[in-house]
């Protein structure tokens, strides 16, 4: 379930861009990184910033209605019980109004400073290229995650034939109407790239800058992330092989 708390937006301009951020307990976290956005935006582009409290138990919210009152440009929807980052991501950008979605992680591992960047190339290959997934160029994780993850994403890409060798980065710039035509389901933010690939759409890595999370704790393990990768992996494979694209003959 969901319980917004989006102020009527209805006379304000359009945003070409929205930025979401779906985020649990990352009170420490979420302030600075708005504040990052703001700077890394403000007078570039008509934006928007959503958060999604996935049904946080800190003080997340109380921090996030001081950005409003501050006059950030930012939307807050609030899960009354967690649902999950993909659930997450899916209702951030359900509400979103850009025409461009930006997302990154609530952790601060990911730098606002690149997406003006992924902005500029997303629209010179557009409409062709409909997604750019950041690739972690330099990881700031302990080595197990790096070791895993490199694993993970080696097996998968193998797989999948997605051609993407960071799909757990979390920041990514999409085309929003592309990403509402997915088939959606449980964990689908680690595999975006394929499901767009899957529809036809173009999809190309840039890559980003990775921090150190300064605040807060990781809300995933390394043996959960591992099994239930294994059976999406089985499932986005399956979707692949039902795929079919009708050629449209005018």
């Known amino acids: 379930m969901t319980q917004s708390k989006t102020p009527a937006r209805a006379k304000d301009p359009v945003p070409a861009v929205s930025v979401v951020i779906a985020a649990k307990n990352e009170s ?15 007078g570039r582009e008509a934006y928007e910033i959503i958060v999604v409290d996935d049904g946080s ?5 109380e921090v996030l209605a001081a950005r409003q009152k501050a006059g950030a440009r930012l939307v ?5 019980v ?21 997302t990154l992680d609530g952790d601060g591992q990911n730098d606002p400073a690149d997406i003006p960047a992924m902005l500029a190339a997303f629209r010179s290959g557009y409409p062709a290229l409909r997604m750019i997934a950041g690739q972690r160029v330099k990881r ?16 998968r890409s193998r797989l999948l034939r997605d051609s993407t060798p960071d799909t757990g980065c979390g920041l990514k710039v999409f085309d929003r109407e592309a990403y509402l035509r997915l088939p959606w389901f449980d964990h689908q933010h680690r595999f975006l790239p394929a499901m767009m ?50 050629e449209i003959v005018e």
């Not at 979420?30 to 504040?35: K, N, V």
């Not at 807050?76 to 009354?80: D, E, G, L």
């Not at 070791?147 to 097996?155: L, P």
């Open 140 to 155: 700031r994780d302990t080595w197990i995650k790096r070791i895993s993850s490199k694993i993970a994403n080696g097996v």
């Open 57 to 61: 138990t800190d003080n997340m919210l």
């Open 76 to 80: 807050v929807v609030r899960h009354r």
């Open 197 to 246: 690939l899957r529809e036809g759409y173009g999809v190309v890595s840039a890559p980003v800058e990775h921090r150190h999370r300064s605040a807060g704790v990781s809300k995933y393990g390394t043996w959960d992330r591992l099994w239930v990768g294994i059976v999406d992996i089985m499932g986005v494979a399956w979707l692949q092989s039902r795929a079919k694209r009708p």
């Open 82 to 102: 967690s649902c999950g980052q993909s659930a997450g991501v899916r209702t951030g950008v359900t509400a979103a109004r850009g025409q461009i979605v930006a």
């Open 28 to 42: 420490e976290a979420i302030g600075p990184l708005i504040d990052e956005i703001t700077a890394a935006l403000d």
